[in-house]
């Protein structure tokens, strides 16, 4: 899947509040950092994994399913595996009327629930992460000391 840099970034910028659905309490699990990315950057995180339903993460108390949101959410955060996709893009229809985003990370693809969402108005982004795009479109690698054109075991 090719998605253009404007597209990203537009999604990037218009999005401030994110459900993160199998968001982990472990600190270095990749769906914690990249929620708490997410979360030092300005967006507001709302954390999704009924094994922690009701602990905080991030400010926010841990909802059990996307059902349980009751605040408006801009984009759904997929750190699950692809057949559970469906389900939850069928739950973000039914339960997130303002959503503008599905996004499913590193290793995840759904073609037929990405197809569902688009038929619905919704943007989607597949096999990618957040952050990652974030930090390369906003020009956070370089500062990280990435992508700085030099390829050395010297310094």
Known sequence: M???D?????ILNRTKVVAVVGVSS???RPSYYVAR???LKGYTVIPVNPVYEGQELFGQKVRASLEDITEPVDMVDIFRR????PEIVDEALEHLPQ???IWMQIGVEHAEAAA???AAGIDVIQNRCPKIEYQRLFGELRM???ATGVISSKL
């Open 37 to 39: 990315y997410l979360k």
């Open 82 to 85: 692809s057949e559970a996709v």
């Open 99 to 101: 959503l503008k985003t």
């Open 144 to 146: 990280g000391g990435f």
């Open 2 to 4: 090719s998605y253009s």
């Open 6 to 10: 404007k597209y990203l970034r537009d």
């Open 26 to 28: 472990n600190p270095v």
């Open 116 to 118: 569902k969402a688009e």
